[in-house]
Every structure is written in C-alpha cells, then in structure tokens.
C-alpha cells in the first residue's frame, strides 16, 4: 500500500465502513465521522484492531 494512503470502503449489502489506515491497521464503523477520526489518528487509532 502506498505510504500515506488512507481508505474507507463500503461493505455491500450492510451499512458498516471499513477504514485502512497506511500502516495497514483496520477497523469498521457505521459512522463516516468515527471512521475518518480514527484514521487522522495515525499512529494512536484507539483500539486498534
């Protein structure tokens, strides 16, 4: 993945989102606020998953 990169995709079928963060920590949430908080986080994503 390329440094600096930051992606949040849609699950089909579900309203959940899925952020990857550059370092190649994810996580999912069905809020596009929660997602893009915890991807401007870098390096502290609280509860890293």
Do not use: Q
């Not at 989102?17 to 991807?39: F, K, N, Q, S, Y």
Request: proline share 8%; with cysteine; hydrophobic share 40%.
């Amino acid at each position: 993945m390329s440094a600096g990169l930051l992606r949040v995709t849609w699950l089909p079928g579900d309203d959940i989102l899925r952020g990857r963060c550059h370092c190649g920590a994810e996580t999912e949430a069905d809020d596009p606020v929660a997602i893009w908080e915890w991807l401007l986080a870098h390096p502290d994503h609280p509860g890293k998953s």
